[in-house]
């Protein structure tokens, strides 16, 4: 799988990613248990996925290795608007691509605004809508 880097179990922070079940999720809550007598601390921890909102948990010795998405931040115009959809075009590279429009920025969602995105595993997500001036 492309697009990771490896990473310790106890490095992870809530907000942070973490792959669960070759899902790229966001970290909500951590529970460090106390080291045994024979072996290091579990950690566990509860996540939600990036694209389907999905809670998924994972449950590791502190020492063991994970797998974390590589996330790139990126602004695009928005180009065009129909239904759930939306046309953009990347300010850096100007590549155009339709992505979904999320429920809770549908409102937002118009031409010519500018947003931020984020690209991960191959998938692009929209994060937030910028205020025009």
Do not use: W
Not at 123 to 130: G, M, P, S
């Amino acid at each position: 799988m492309g697009d990771t880097i490896f990473s310790s179990m106890g490095e992870l922070r809530v907000g942070k990613y973490v792959i669960i079940d070759d899902v790229p999720c966001r970290v909500v809550s951590m529970d460090k248990s106390k080291p045994g007598k024979h072996g290091a601390a579990k950690i566990r921890i509860d996540a939600m996925g990036l694209f389907d909102n999905g809670k998924r948990s994972l449950m590791k010795s502190s020492d063991a290795d994970v797998q974390v998405p590589i996330i790139e931040r990126k602004r695009a115009q928005v180009v065009s608007v129909s239904g759930t959809m939306a046309q953009l075009m990347d300010l850096a590279s100007y590549e155009t691509f339709d992505v979904t429009i999320p429920e809770d920025m549908a409102k937002d969602i118009e031409v010519g605004r500018e947003i931020q995105y984020m690209v991960t595993m191959g998938k692009k997500l929209l994060l937030r809508v910028y205020d025009t001036e």
